[in-house]
């Protein structure tokens, strides 16, 4: 079996730790930011780029390649790295919770406030509900042509199998912060009945495809903000054993409170068993990466990044700011002047300024690549911030900066 985890350090003082997964299509040193590729690419930069700017992984999404082009391509391609030209280690989600926006119709569902309405019916305003959740499994509509689809436990292994990536993830149903209690406690169960069948599938699909290298299976901590529910999830997760196969790394997923990310995370870590891999699924905002690493999180998603630079929304040490404002439309400086990204070292803020305000594909491109870099190098900052023991010193010296500047940081 070719996945395993090396701890380098850990902290005394906290949860924080410092190690390298180790995949069949190479290294991960965490902690890591893994940019998000959700239909094979990260949009409008290229792998090549990717690799530039200091991406170790990528992290594909399981559900937009299972509607198009279809996993049997991808298979037939060698699988996901092979096929987009991507020779280091790559993620799939598992599409449960690209589902689950289908349910409720938000496009952002994963950091919210808490204190907002709770209900289970609750649906974005004029949408359509397009999922509709069973013990079972998940039907819904496909978001690009109406067709009907099932997604089951089983279905999404075959369907990541197929894709090929080291790390894949088990299909969970992924709540929002709306849901009630009871509901959380529904899906926590069928969250942990679906987490079996998802590693009894995964031991038969990796003896029927030996010829393909291993790929390391992360079960998904669900509970949202509910103490009893996220220990309940951890302990039973950490502790699953069928038919021999276990979970080679954790996922903590679901509607996070960010106003208690800290603490949901400390809750879920100090009970994980320490030498699997952590993933924090789908965030990203710089504040809540040096929440995520110093509460035990080895890697982290988000498509934030990429998101907002399409928007003409930039990272910088000063805080975020959009280029398409008039007031960059003389200003002949980088974006970041401490900044060292292909974009900061070859353009002005003026220059993207043009760009953004002329339409200019390739103004997403260069935001792309400077917002992608700005994360990517700040965890990479983080893990050696770590490793010299001046974390806590990185961390105040950014959130002072960034803060300052940018007022409301959160997204
Ligand atoms: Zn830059």
């Not at 298979?75 to 690209?98: K, V």
């Not at 998802?198 to 031991?203: A, G, I, P, V, W």
């Not at 990310?261 to 870590?269: A, F, K, M, P």
Request: proline share 4%; net charge negative.
């Amino acid at each position: 079996m070719n996945f395993s985890f090396d701890i380098r350090y850990g902290a005394s003082n906290s949860l924080a730790r410092v190690g390298t997964i180790n995949t069949p299509h190479g290294q991960i040193q965490t902690p890591a930011f893994i940019p998000v590729g959700t239909k094979a690419t990260v949009k409008s930069v290229l792998p090549e780029a990717m690799a530039d700017l200091g991406a170790q992984a990528l992290l594909a999404n399981a559900y937009h390649l299972y509607l198009q082009p279809g996993p049997d391509i991808l298979d037939e391609a060698g699988g996901l790295g092979t096929f987009m030209n991507w020779p280091g280690p790559t993620f799939t989600d598992s599409g449960g919770f690209q589902v689950l926006s289908l349910g409720v119709g938000f496009k952002k569902v994963l950091a919210m406030d808490a204190k907002t309405f709770r209900h289970d019916d609750v649906i974005a305003d004029n949408k359509e509900r397009l999922a509709h959740v069973d013990d079972e499994g998940v039907t819904f509509k496909s978001h690009i042509d109406g067709s009907m689809h099932r997604f089951t436990p089983e279905l999404s292994m075959q369907v990541q199998h197929k894709i090929g990536a080291d790390i894949i993830f088990a299909f969970d149903e992924c709540t929002t912060l709306h849901n009630t209690r009871p509901y959380q406690e529904l899906a926590m169960e069928r969250t942990y009945a679906w987490a079996i069948r998802c590693l009894d599938e995964h031991k038969r699909l990796t003896d029927e495809r030996v010829d393909k290298p291993y790929q390391g299976l992360f079960g998904v901590i669900q509970g949202a903000q509910y103490q009893d529910l996220r220990k309940k999830a951890a302990t039973e997760l950490a502790g699953l054993e069928s038919d021999g196969q276990r979970f080679d790394g954790f996922g903590i997923g679901g509607a996070l409170d960010k106003g208690q990310l800290g603490t949901i995370l400390s809750w879920v870590n100090e009970i994980l068993p320490e030498e699997k891999p952590r993933h924090l699924l789908g965030i990203g905002a710089p504040e809540d990466l040096f929440v995520g690493v110093e509460n035990g999180c080895d890697t982290f998603d988000c498509v934030l990044a990429s998101r907002i630079a399409r928007t003409s929304a930039v990272y910088t040490m000063q805080g975020r700011f959009n280029l398409s404002n008039s007031g960059f439309k003389r200003d002949f400086t980088p974006i970041d002047g401490e900044c060292d990204c292909y974009t900061c070292l070859h353009y002005t803020r003026a220059y993207m300024h043009h760009l953004f305000r002329a339409k200019e594909i390739s103004a997403a491109t260069l935001a792309t690549i400077h917002n992608e870099r700005f994360i990517v190098r700040l965890v990479d900052q983080m893990r050696q911030g770590l490793l010299d023991g001046n974390f806590a010193d990185l961390k105040a010296d950014f959130l002072g900066r960034y803060r300052h500047r940018s007022g409301q940081t959160s997204n």
